[in-house]
């Protein structure tokens, strides 16, 4: 099975300032048509998740342009460019490349 | 407009079975894969089982042989069987429809006790 590796899991961010978010695969997400099989999702206390970034790299339809992806192989970012109030949750990585689709452990992002 | 809807939950004896439905409007249950993920009290998001749109379900290990997801086009429903429950099983449970769209339910609770 593909482990995730989120961190940190606690992230203290003070509003507009900017946020990153790693997540390691023990196996690559790339596939051999040249994307990265690698979700971000939020989740907000009391909601369902949210999708924010589909193939490492591609915003969701609604999604704000202060959140992006970045990465490819192993190695993934979720970058904050100004936290907001409405940002708090808890992210979690996912990887759909094989089964079973694994999260990573979800890091917890709060307001200073 | 997109809705997930699951249904099904409920409090269930150590041992029992349910079956957990996910009621789609807005998009073909049967175009996109949909994934079932559970999430225990307090703590992060499981994956359960897929199936995909050529009708392959796989399974994470905890539910081979004891969990079945399938899905009905006619009614445009997703599906997921739960036999031999254990306390561990219990968690919110939600259907999700895979990336790009990522789309979620708003889940449905399974206790299982006794």
């Known amino acids: 099975d593909i482990v995730m590796t989120q961190s940190p899991l606690s992230l203290p961010v003070t509003p507009g300032e900017p946020a990153s978010i790693s997540c390691r695969s023990s196996?690559?997400?790339?596939?051999?048509?040249?994307?990265?099989?690698l979700d971000w999702y939020l989740q907000k206390s009391g909601q369902s998740p949210q999708l924010l970034i589909y193939?490492?790299?591609n915003r969701a339809s609604g999604v704000p342009d202060r959140f992006s992806g970045s990465g490819s192989g192993t190695d993934f970012t979720l970058r904050i460019s100004r936290v907001e109030a409405e940002d708090v949750g808890v992210y979690y990585c996912m990887q759909t490349l094989q089964t079973p689709h694994t999260f990573g452990q979800g890091t917890k992002l709060e307001i200073k | 407009e997109v809705q997930l809807v699951e249904s099904g939950g409920g409090l269930v004896q150590p041992g029992g079975t349910l079956r957990l439905s996910c009621a789609v409007s807005g998009f073909s249950v049967s175009s996109n894969y949909m994934s079932w993920v559970r999430q225990a009290p307090g703590k992060g998001l499981e994956w359960v089982s897929v199936?995909?749109?050529?009708?392959?379900?796989y399974y994470a290990d905890f539910a081979k042989g004891r969990f079945t997801i399938s899905r009905d086009n006619s009614k445009n429903t997703l599906y997921l069987e739960m036999n031999s429950l254990r306390a561990e099983d219990t968690a919110m449970y939600y259907c999700?429809?895979?990336?790009?769209?990522?789309?979620w339910g708003q889940g449905t609770l399974v206790t299982v006790s006794s």
């Open positions: 199936i995909f749109i050529s009708g392959s379900t």
């Open positions: 193939m490492g790299s």
């Open positions: 999700l429809r895979g990336a790009p769209a990522g789309q």
């Open positions: 196996q690559s997400l790339l596939h051999s048509n040249g994307n990265n099989f």
